[in-house]
T-cell receptor, first 111, second 114 residues
Framework: GENVEQHPSTLSVQEGDSAVIKCTYS??????FPWYKQELGKGPQLIID?????GEKKDQRIAVTLNKTAKHFSLHITETQPEDSAVYFC??????????FGTGTSLTVIP | DSGVTQTPKHLITATGQRVTLRCSPR?????VYWYQQSLDQGLQFLIQ???????AKGNILERFSAQQFPDLHSELNLSSLELGDSALYFC?????????????FGQGTRLTVV
């Protein structure tokens, strides 16, 4: 089955700086890569996603890049704010029957 | 608010007992997924239903079962509960079962087995 690895597990940045989270996947059949943000006590919230026919996607301060050849994708958050502090999960979907999640990155934005 | 509703939010029960977790998917979504989240295991896929039929099974224990009803809500039944079953249980839904379809998660049910 698919194996998704995520790094780093924890990340601290100063407010206003950028944050980058990286994921790799193993199954070349995966063609959909969502990112979720999970705040304490809440469910994962879909924040951005990318499909394999696209190399980059932006939504305001958030961007995701995908390199299908290397089987890796990354989340970029610019101009970080304290409310960006949360756990972020990447995921890959090879079949549509389930999502394979990374182990999460705990992001702390220091005011 | 994702539109996915899970009840109850919290559940405390004793070992050996049986509980039922309920999920109402977003309006129009036919596919429901159940995930377990524990500190040491991350988000683990349990089972998926699509329009009332089981589509995929993950690491779901034999003590656990699920179903999706004609009105598309789903229930996850956990029986003979053990301390190690304490976790957050999430339901997610999507429009269909294609591999590139967005899935939206509910707020979860926190199960504590004592």
């Amino acid at each position: 089955g698919e194996n998704v690895e995520q790094h780093p597990s924890t990340l601290s940045v100063q407010e206003g700086d950028s944050a980058v989270i990286k994921c790799t996947y193993s199954d070349s059949a995966s063609n959909y890569f969502p990112w979720y943000k999970q705040e304490l006590g809440k469910g994962p919230q879909l924040i951005i996603d990318i499909r394999s026919n696209v190399g980059e996607k932006k939504d305001q301060r958030i961007a995701v890049t995908l390199n299908k050849t290397a089987k890796h994708f990354s989340l970029h958050i610019t101009e970080t704010q304290p409310e960006d502090s949360a756990v972020y999960f990447c995921a890959a979907s090879p079949t549509g029957n389930q999502f394979y999640f990374g182990t999460g990155t705990s992001l702390t934005v220091i005011p | 608010d994702s539109g996915v509703t899970q009840t109850p939010k919290h559940l405390i029960t004793a070992t050996g007992q049986r509980v039922t977790l309920r999920c109402s998917p977003r309006s129009g979504d036919l596919s429901v997924y159940w995930y377990q989240q524990s500190l040491d295991q991350g988000l683990q896929f349990l089972i998926q239903y699509y329009n009332g039929e089981e589509r995929a099974k993950g690491n779901i224990l034999e003590r656990f079962s699920a179903q999706q009803f004609p009105d598309l809500h789903s229930e996850l039944n956990l029986s003979s509960l053990e301390l190690g079953d304490s976790a957050l249980y999430f339901c997610a839904s999507s429009v269909d079962s294609r591999r590139d379809t967005e899935a939206f998660f509910g707020q979860g049910t926190r199960l504590t087995v004592v």
